[in-house]
């Protein structure tokens, strides 16, 4: 994978990298000046968090440019006349393709952006730049049982309920309509 910025109807994304994984794991205000970029107060979101965060700068560092864009995207809006550019999402794979091309897709939303679509076009971008990629053949993803919202933005792009791995959670899967 070698695009590191991604682009959507409303949304600008960028490819986490071990400097700004490192400005992020420091303080927001580090990471909102190097992308920069308006930081929402609840900033990191969800499941996206210092172990997250982590997980994704030793992945990047032990794999160096060929895993570049395998792992986090900062999903930013685009500024306005009223809105400033703001990091709203973060959304990304669990790493490379495997073996058999399974790749996993992980996304959460700021608290102060959510309800507005933005979930459902962090997981269309994503899923479409991954199907472009060589060796990805199936893109599943991971949700609470009791997380309609997030389980509405896998329906509306696609992805259908197949039996999980993980007892604590659903598993959808995408393929493409062939």
Known sequence: MNSLFLYSSRLLFVASSPTLLQFELVSNQQLGHALNVAIPS????????????????????????????????YAITYPTTTTPATL?????????????????IGYSVSDEWRRRGIATEVVGTLVRHAWQQAGVKRIIAHTMPDNQASIGVLTKNGFHQITSDDADKLCFEWLPNL
Do not use: K
């Not at 997980?55 to 032990?62: H, K, R, S, V």
């Open 42 to 73: 609840d900033w990191p979101p969800g499941e996206y968090d210092q172990g997250a965060m982590q997980f994704f700068l030793d992945q990047l560092l032990a794999g160096g440019e060929e895993v570049a864009g395998w792992y986090g995207w």
């Open 88 to 104: 709203v999402a973060s959304g990304g794979y669990f790493g490379p393709p495997d073996s058999e091309g399974l790749l996993e």
